[in-house]
Every structure is written in structure tokens, then in C-alpha cells.
């Protein structure tokens, strides 16, 4: 099969370490995965993020060997690897539920797979050890996984992948267990860890704030195929389609006429209201807008004012800053401002930026 | 303890009989369990050292140890304990061999006709065991199998079958799929999987099954009357012998001889089965 490559090709330099092209599968009838295309650069960490159901974590036990594609291949450092068992190859996982061996020890459990190689002793002792100690959990290397919490349980668990050297590191939903304060320090502790060792990385999750805050890419998945691929940055400022841009991050969304001004666009919700945008234009004629709500622009309704007339419904504070539900026209529209920025019940608004698209992705939806 | 204030009396009281209530209950219960489970084996214990025991005596007339001295010096008593000792171990290892990888594909492989096949092999409990003997007897003729070694060994196999069936299956299928992924992820192949993951984490469940096959094929009599007597004769068979031609002493003598195996194999397992170490530690959502 040719390696054929429609979604941005690896930038000059940038070895490719996991390659998977037209990516097929179905289970149960139903078709999980669809002709799913990615390319995983050397030493980056990429976010498989979307939904349950989205095929993220079917891709990631076929990149891991516990499914077998009904069609497509899956290359590792340009090794086809479509057929080859778990066992055999260069990959290790770190799964949703840690998947410990009660029956032993820490030491045990990250020393296992060094076991299976046959690794010396004395060697397999060091690296058990070294590894232990990168994680900080050598005072537990004696106790059972049943005895540690399960926070350590998961950092067991990445022991055990890092320790085999893997040439690829898939993490499924790893932090889903933890608490909320837990799941931030292990995220960072992670990615300290990843990049240390520069390790290729496919990381599951559905949770977007994490894969804002880990990934080097993004690959937003929905309905078996990836919808955008790109930076965190990117992907928030720059979503390609309408799925993207409700997905990941908070946006009002709305359909409008967006005519051109001299200066800027004008979003025309319906007769008696349109919204000024002032950053970048947008293509002209019937779209689908959505706008962040820290880009909208609040103002007190006063004569020399721009802006669509908005009521002020609810204004929630949550902590450094609040969001206010504003009624513009027939829509509501939430909009972040910062804790002391003071408004009336009447505001103006209008948009510093904004995206729009074609309105019928919005029906095809 | 000091600075809480005292309830006011009466629900004080009250709670005061209620647990003693309870406690009394609770003791109560006991010991009528102690006297059911007990009761008969200090009845078998006294039985075996009674000389002469009158109806409505509590303990016998005079004690003495000639039924222990007449079934010790008994010379079928020897090759009976021996073969019993040669053949359960036999039965249960073959049982384990059959029945070990059929557990694992029932708890393991989605294959046609599994719970048919499950229930079938649970149902050969639920005839009267002497029905099937009979109908296999003809088979066994027709085999030459009958008055044989093997015979014995298969007619002892029957009983064992759904014991180390079904308590491995369930103890297999409960082991999360993801932990032998995990393994398989480390490199290890599909066998060294399950020696080193699936069958340790089940291990104490096969253990529980172990020690009933090995109990079942022990003291399994009738079968091993039918196909190996006169030429095999086990400790339960030998025991029919007993209670035909001699007093009842004779056999509650054979009746503790018969339960040392049980007793021995309980005391050296309990740790094992009992410890929580091996269950613990699961990490399930």
C-alpha cells in the first residue's frame, strides 16, 4: 500500500514514528473507526480527544496490537505492524484501570516484561529500581498494588510501560480514576516525564481541558475519523469544523447574515440586531458563527456606543472572573468578563473575533 | 469518651437490653450450630472407644480398644488406604487436565452450545448417580473396562467433573481481560500469560476445586464398587465390607480413618483459600 497522506504532512525533518493509514473497523456491526488517517511525529505527545463512542480508544488498542484492522495499515518507525501481536511489538500501554497484577509486588509488576525478555538480573534490577525511583514510589517497591493508592497505582503503572523503553507510549483514559487536584499533578508529572524522555506518546482522553494542557497535537476525533489535527492553540482558535469548535472549549454558536463594513464585519442575528465584529472579516452571506465568550465585548448601553443591544440575565462568579448569560436578538449568548469589570442590566455588545462555516455542516450534523 | 452527654436513662436501658439480647442470642445460635456440627462426630468419637453402650445411657457402659485393634489388624485395611491414596490424586489430576482448559474456554470463548454444554455437565449431578452407573456398566462391559484400573478412574472422574468445571470457569472469567492484555502489551506470549497471570489470580478458587474433587473421588463408593470390586477395593468400599459383617463400633473406627484425609487436606489449604492477599488489589470499574 503507497503511504498516502491528504491531512498535513510531517514537517521537514520530523520522523514519523506512527503512521496509520486508512484505518478500518467495525464491531458489532457498526462501524467504529472509518478510514482513519494519522502520523504521529517522533518524540511528540498527540491527544486522541473526542467523545464515547468516537473510536479513540478502538484506535488506540488497534495501535496496541488488541484489535486487528479490517483494513488499512498501522506503521511504527516505517514497520508494518497491522498483524503483528501485542506481544510483539514496540509499543506499551498504560490502560484505563491501571491493570496492576494483584498477585505482585510493584517490584514485580514493573519488572515483568523485563522478565519476558530476559533481561539479566542484576540489569533488570537497576532498571526496576532507576524506573521506581523516577516515579517516586521505591518505598513501595515491596507492597502490593492492593496496598497503594490509586494515584501510586497509576504511576505504577507507568513504570511498568516506560520501563520496557517502548518506542511508543499509548495512555488510555489514564487519569479518569483520580480525583480532580490528583489528575492535574499526575498530568504534569506525565508530561515532565515525556518529555524527559521524549517519548512518542498517543494519549485517550475525552476530557478537552487535558489534552489543551498535555498534547503537542490534538487530534479531535468524532464519529470514527479525526476532524482536525493541529496544535492546542490551533484547535482552540482555529477550529475547522462546527464540531470542533463545540467540542473543545465553550462557544456560542449561532447562524447569521455576516455582511462586509468598512470597517470589519457585521453579524446580523435577525432585523433588529446585528453585531459588530472587530477582528478579522469573515466570508460574507448565510453562516454559522461561533464566537468564545471571552471574545465577546460588553459595554455599558450608553449614546456613543456600538454594538447589538443586550440584557444581562444571569451573572455567575467564579472566582477570577464571571460569566453572564446576555440576551442579544432571539440568542443567549454566555460571555466570560473579568471579577471587577462592573456592567448594567442593558449592555452593547459585539465580537473581537469570531469563526464561521458553511451553514449546512450545521444540518448535516 | 467523657464529654459526650449522657442519653437520658430509659434508652440508655434499653439499648443496654437489646444488646445483651442480642448477645444471648447470638451465643444461643452458636451453640445449637456447635451441637449439629459437632454433635455427630463426638457421638462417632465416642462410638469407636464404646465396649458396650445401652440405649438410654449418655456414655457407654465400659471403653475399650479392640474395634480400633480389629479393623488395624484388618489385612484388606492396608491395600484399601493405599489404593484409595494412589487413585483419588490420579482422578484428580486427570480431572484437572480435562477439566482446566474447558473452564478456561467456557469463561474465556464465545463459542455455540456454551451454556447447553455448562448445564449438561452441572446436570450429571442431577440423576440419582446409581441410574448412570447402571447404564454405563453395559458400556463398560462392552470396553472391557470393567474390574480395570481406568474403569475406576473414570467412574471416580464423573463426580469430580463439575466441581473443577465450574468453580475454575468462574474464577477465570472474573480474572479483567485487561490484566492478561497488560501482560500479552509486556511481551508475554499467550501461554506464559496464563501461567503467570490468569492461573495464579484464579489459584485459589482451582484450589477450593482441587480439594473437592480430590474429596469427591475419595469417598466416591458406589461406582467404585460396581466397576472395581472384587479387584479394587478403596477405604469407602471397603467400609460397605465393614458395616455387613461387623458391629457398628467397627465402623465409626473406619469412619475417622476415612475423614484423616479430609481433616489433613483442609488444615494444610485453609491459609491459602482463607487469605485475602491474592483477591485484593482489583482495580475494577
Redesign the interface.
Given at each position: 500500500m503507497t503511504p498516502n497522506t491528504p491531512t498535513s504532512p510531517p514537517r521537514l525533518g520530523a520522523q514519523t514514528a506512527l503512521h496509520l493509514a486508512r484505518i478500518t473497523k467495525e464491531l458489532g456491526g457498526r462501524r467504529i473507526v472509518s478510514e482513519l488517517e494519522l502520523e504521529v511525529r517522533a518524540g511528540e505527545l498527540i491527544c486522541l480527544l473526542g467523545p464515547s463512542g468516537c473510536g479513540k480508544t478502538t484506535t488506540l488498542r488497534m495501535i496496541?496490537?488488541?484489535l486487528t484492522p479490517d483494513a488499512g495499515t498501522i506503521r511504527i518507525d516505517g514497520a508494518d505492524v497491522t498483524r503483528v501481536?501485542?506481544?510483539?511489538r514496540p509499543?506499551?500501554?498504560v490502560?484505563?484501570?491501571?491493570?496492576?497484577?494483584?498477585?505482585m509486588t510493584v517490584f514485580d509488576n514493573v519488572a515483568?516484561?523485563l522478565a519476558?525478555?530476559r533481561v539479566p538480573r542484576a540489569d533488570r534490577r537497576r532498571r526496576v529500581e532507576e524506573m521506581l525511583g523516577m516515579v517516586g514510589l521505591s518505598h513501595h517497591a515491596n507492597s502490593?498494588?492492593?496496598?497503594i493508592s490509586?494515584g501510586e497505582?497509576q504511576r505504577v503503572a507507568l513504570a511498568?510501560?516506560l520501563v520496557?523503553e517502548p518506542r511508543l507510549l499509548l495512555l488510555d483514559e489514564p487519569l479518569s480514576?483520580l480525583d480532580a487536584k490528583l489528575r492535574v499533578r499526575v498530568r504534569e508529572e506525565i508530561r515532565d516525564i515525556q518529555q524527559r524522555l521524549g517519548i512518542t506518546t498517543v494519549f485517550v482522553t475525552h476530557d478537552q481541558e487535558e489534552a489543551l494542557s498535555l498534547s503537542d497535537r490534538i487530534a479531535v476525533m468524532n464519529d470514527g475519523r479525526i476532524e482536525q489535527l493541529d496544535t492546542p492553540d490551533a484547535i482552540y482558535r482555529h477550529p475547522s469544523t462546527p464540531f470542533v469548535a463545540r467540542f473543545v472549549g465553550t462557544m456560542n454558536v449561532f447562524e447569521a447574515q455576516v455582511h462586509d463594513r468598512p470597517n470589519g464585519s457585521v453579524l446580523v442575528l435577525d432585523a433588529a440586531t446585528s453585531l459588530p465584529l472587530a477582528g478579522a472579516p469573515l466570508q460574507t452571506g448565510h453562516r454559522l458563527v461561533g464566537i468564545r465568550p471571552e471574545d465577546l465585548l460588553l459595554t455599558p448601553d450608553e449614546d456613543d456606543t456600538v454594538g447589538a443591544v443586550g440584557t444581562v440575565e444571569r451573572d455567575i462568579p467564579l472566582g477570577h472572573y464571571r460569566e453572564l448569560m446576555v440576551r442579544v436578538g432571539g440568542s443567549r449568548l454566555r460571555a466570560f468578563v473579568p471579577a471587577t469589570h462592573r456592567l448594567p442590566a442593558r449592555v452593547r455588545v459585539s465580537a473581537a473575533r469570531a469563526v464561521s462555516f458553511a451553514p449546512e455542516s450545521e444540518a448535516v450534523r | 469518651m467523657s464529654r459526650t452527654i449522657p442519653p437520658p436513662a430509659s434508652t440508655e436501658r434499653a439499648r443496654r437490653i437489646g444488646a445483651a439480647a442480642t448477645t444471648v442470642g447470638a451465643t444461643v445460635l452458636a451453640v445449637l450450630i456447635a451441637v449439629f456440627v459437632l454433635g455427630p462426630l463426638v457421638w462417632l468419637g465416642v462410638q469407636a472407644f464404646a465396649g458396650h453402650w445401652t440405649f438410654p445411657r449418655l456414655l457407654p457402659d465400659s471403653w475399650t480398644l479392640s474395634w480400633w485393634h480389629e479393623v488395624l489388624a484388618d489385612a484388606n485395611l492396608g491395600s484399601s488406604i493405599r489404593l484409595s491414596l494412589i487413585l483419588s490424586p490420579v482422578v484428580t489430576a486427570v480431572s484437572m487436565l480435562i477439566c482446566l482448559p474447558a473452564a478456561y474456554a467456557f469463561a474465556r470463548m464465545p463459542f455455540r452450545g456454551r451454556r447447553a454444554l455448562l448445564i449438561a455437565i452441572f446436570a450429571t449431578n442431577a440423576f440419582p448417580r446409581f441410574g448412570l452407573f447402571i447404564a454405563m456398566s453395559s458400556l463398560f462391559y462392552a470396553l472391557n473396562l470393567m474390574g480395570t484400573a481406568v474403569g475406576v478412574v473414570i467412574v471416580q472422574l464423573i463426580g469430580t467433573i463439575v466441581f473443577m468445571t465450574w468453580i475454575p470457569a468462574a474464577a477465570f472469567a472474573s480474572v479483567p481481560p485487561s490484566l492478561e492484555e497488560a501482560a500479552r502489551d509486556a511481551g508475554a506470549g499467550p501461554l506464559r500469560v496464563f501461567l503467570r497471570v490468569t492461573l495464579p489470580i484464579a489459584a485459589p478458587a482451582i484450589l477450593v476445586a482441587i480439594i473437592l474433587s480430590f474429596l469427591a473421588a475419595f469417598d466416591e463408593a458406589q461406582g467404585t464398587f460396581l466397576v472395581g470390586a472384587p479387584e479394587y477395593i478403596t477405604m469407602p468400599t471397603e467400609m460397605y465390607n465393614l458395616i455387613g459383617h461387623y458391629p457398628g463400633q467397627v465402623s465409626a473406627v473406619f469412619s475417622i480413618l476415612l475423614s484423616i484425609p479430609s481433616v489433613v487436606l483442609m488444615l494444610l489449604v485453609r491459609r491459602h483459600v482463607l487469605s485475602g492477599t491474592v483477591a485484593e488489589g482489583f482495580q475494577l470499574r
Amino acid at each position: 500500500m503507497t503511504p498516502n497522506t491528504p491531512t498535513s504532512p510531517p514537517r521537514l525533518g520530523a520522523q514519523t514514528a506512527l503512521h496509520l493509514a486508512r484505518i478500518t473497523k467495525e464491531l458489532g456491526g457498526r462501524r467504529i473507526v472509518s478510514e482513519l488517517e494519522l502520523e504521529v511525529r517522533a518524540g511528540e505527545l498527540i491527544c486522541l480527544l473526542g467523545p464515547s463512542g468516537c473510536g479513540k480508544t478502538t484506535t488506540l488498542r488497534m495501535i496496541g496490537g488488541f484489535l486487528t484492522p479490517d483494513a488499512g495499515t498501522i506503521r511504527i518507525d516505517g514497520a508494518d505492524v497491522t498483524r503483528v501481536s501485542p506481544e510483539r511489538r514496540p509499543t506499551a500501554m498504560v490502560f484505563q484501570n491501571y491493570a496492576l497484577w494483584p498477585h505482585m509486588t510493584v517490584f514485580d509488576n514493573v519488572a515483568f516484561g523485563l522478565a519476558v525478555r530476559r533481561v539479566p538480573r542484576a540489569d533488570r534490577r537497576r532498571r526496576v529500581e532507576e524506573m521506581l525511583g523516577m516515579v517516586g514510589l521505591s518505598h513501595h517497591a515491596n507492597s502490593r498494588p492492593g496496598q497503594i493508592s490509586g494515584g501510586e497505582q497509576q504511576r505504577v503503572a507507568l513504570a511498568r510501560a516506560l520501563v520496557m523503553e517502548p518506542r511508543l507510549l499509548l495512555l488510555d483514559e489514564p487519569l479518569s480514576n483520580l480525583d480532580a487536584k490528583l489528575r492535574v499533578r499526575v498530568r504534569e508529572e506525565i508530561r515532565d516525564i515525556q518529555q524527559r524522555l521524549g517519548i512518542t506518546t498517543v494519549f485517550v482522553t475525552h476530557d478537552q481541558e487535558e489534552a489543551l494542557s498535555l498534547s503537542d497535537r490534538i487530534a479531535v476525533m468524532n464519529d470514527g475519523r479525526i476532524e482536525q489535527l493541529d496544535t492546542p492553540d490551533a484547535i482552540y482558535r482555529h477550529p475547522s469544523t462546527p464540531f470542533v469548535a463545540r467540542f473543545v472549549g465553550t462557544m456560542n454558536v449561532f447562524e447569521a447574515q455576516v455582511h462586509d463594513r468598512p470597517n470589519g464585519s457585521v453579524l446580523v442575528l435577525d432585523a433588529a440586531t446585528s453585531l459588530p465584529l472587530a477582528g478579522a472579516p469573515l466570508q460574507t452571506g448565510h453562516r454559522l458563527v461561533g464566537i468564545r465568550p471571552e471574545d465577546l465585548l460588553l459595554t455599558p448601553d450608553e449614546d456613543d456606543t456600538v454594538g447589538a443591544v443586550g440584557t444581562v440575565e444571569r451573572d455567575i462568579p467564579l472566582g477570577h472572573y464571571r460569566e453572564l448569560m446576555v440576551r442579544v436578538g432571539g440568542s443567549r449568548l454566555r460571555a466570560f468578563v473579568p471579577a471587577t469589570h462592573r456592567l448594567p442590566a442593558r449592555v452593547r455588545v459585539s465580537a473581537a473575533r469570531a469563526v464561521s462555516f458553511a451553514p449546512e455542516s450545521e444540518a448535516v450534523r | 469518651m467523657s464529654r459526650t452527654i449522657p442519653p437520658p436513662a430509659s434508652t440508655e436501658r434499653a439499648r443496654r437490653i437489646g444488646a445483651a439480647a442480642t448477645t444471648v442470642g447470638a451465643t444461643v445460635l452458636a451453640v445449637l450450630i456447635a451441637v449439629f456440627v459437632l454433635g455427630p462426630l463426638v457421638w462417632l468419637g465416642v462410638q469407636a472407644f464404646a465396649g458396650h453402650w445401652t440405649f438410654p445411657r449418655l456414655l457407654p457402659d465400659s471403653w475399650t480398644l479392640s474395634w480400633w485393634h480389629e479393623v488395624l489388624a484388618d489385612a484388606n485395611l492396608g491395600s484399601s488406604i493405599r489404593l484409595s491414596l494412589i487413585l483419588s490424586p490420579v482422578v484428580t489430576a486427570v480431572s484437572m487436565l480435562i477439566c482446566l482448559p474447558a473452564a478456561y474456554a467456557f469463561a474465556r470463548m464465545p463459542f455455540r452450545g456454551r451454556r447447553a454444554l455448562l448445564i449438561a455437565i452441572f446436570a450429571t449431578n442431577a440423576f440419582p448417580r446409581f441410574g448412570l452407573f447402571i447404564a454405563m456398566s453395559s458400556l463398560f462391559y462392552a470396553l472391557n473396562l470393567m474390574g480395570t484400573a481406568v474403569g475406576v478412574v473414570i467412574v471416580q472422574l464423573i463426580g469430580t467433573i463439575v466441581f473443577m468445571t465450574w468453580i475454575p470457569a468462574a474464577a477465570f472469567a472474573s480474572v479483567p481481560p485487561s490484566l492478561e492484555e497488560a501482560a500479552r502489551d509486556a511481551g508475554a506470549g499467550p501461554l506464559r500469560v496464563f501461567l503467570r497471570v490468569t492461573l495464579p489470580i484464579a489459584a485459589p478458587a482451582i484450589l477450593v476445586a482441587i480439594i473437592l474433587s480430590f474429596l469427591a473421588a475419595f469417598d466416591e463408593a458406589q461406582g467404585t464398587f460396581l466397576v472395581g470390586a472384587p479387584e479394587y477395593i478403596t477405604m469407602p468400599t471397603e467400609m460397605y465390607n465393614l458395616i455387613g459383617h461387623y458391629p457398628g463400633q467397627v465402623s465409626a473406627v473406619f469412619s475417622i480413618l476415612l475423614s484423616i484425609p479430609s481433616v489433613v487436606l483442609m488444615l494444610l489449604v485453609r491459609r491459602h483459600v482463607l487469605s485475602g492477599t491474592v483477591a485484593e488489589g482489583f482495580q475494577l470499574r
